[in-house]
Each structure stands twice: as C-alpha cells, then as structure tokens.
C-alpha cells in the first residue's frame, strides 16, 4: 500500500524558515519525481515544486524561486522542501505526492501526480 506523510508544518513569523519533511512507503521511491503543491483557504491547490527521481532536476513555481529548495534523500525515502523568507501568501496546508510514471521528468501537471499525503499546516503570521 503506498504511503506518504508529510510533517513539519507550524507557525513561523513572516521572514522566518520551516523544513518540511516528507516519507514514502509502499513503492519504489527512488524511481518516481516527487511533488510539492500548497492549497490556501478558499483557493485551488497549486504546484510548489519538485524534484526528480535521481534529483538531478528540480522545477519551482515563480512565487516560491530563491527562498524555497526541494531536495530528496532516496535512501531514507524522503523529500524535503526548506522554505525560507517566509511571507504570509505562503500560508496553506502542504501536500506531498508522487509523479504515478516512472522515471518521469519534473513537471507542474497535478494529473501526472498521485497517493496525496493528509498534508501539513504552515501558518505565516505575525
């Protein structure tokens, strides 16, 4: 049964930095791209960024390039995005999912992803 579970979310005050953690099971994780999208209240989930499966590549949304990095650990089956200089228009619940293709290069298309963890809470206020 595939798996993932992200943690890490909390408050932080606008310029400050949080780490997202992510971990995968049930499938092979080091053969998969790996996502990061965000969903604000009363708005659509959007793409945050991603990593490909033998992190060589990384794709980031516009609103989130120099300040956030997304990296994996394959051996520990995790993915991580540091987020730093964080602004309020950051605050959302965090979504970890995995690109379904193998081997598939980063992309923005939320249909290539699936198995959406239960998401993590990040609230940037002061």
């Known amino acids: 049964q595939v798996r993932v579970v992200e943690s890490g979310g909390g408050l932080v005050q606008p310029g400050g930095s949080l780490r997202l953690s992510c971990v995968a099971s049930?499938?092979?994780?080091?053969?998969?791209?790996m996502g990061w999208f965000r969903q604000a209240p009363g708005k659509e989930r959007e793409f945050v960024a991603a990593?490909?499966?033998?992190?060589?590549?990384?794709l980031y949304a516009d609103s989130v390039k120099g300040r956030f990095t997304v990296a994996r650990d394959n051996a520990k089956n995790t993915v991580y995005l540091q987020m730093n200089s964080l602004k309020p228009e950051d605050t959302g619940v965090y979504y970890c999912?995995?690109?379904?293709?193998?081997?598939?290069?980063?992309?923005?298309?939320?249909?290539?992803?699936?198995?959406w963890g239960q998401g993590t809470q990040v609230t940037v206020s002061s």
């Open positions: 999912a995995r690109d379904l293709r193998t081997f598939g290069d980063v992309t923005t298309r939320s249909w290539h992803y699936g198995n």
């Open positions: 049930g499938y092979t994780f080091s053969l998969h791209t």
């Open positions: 990593i490909s499966w033998t992190a060589s590549s990384t």
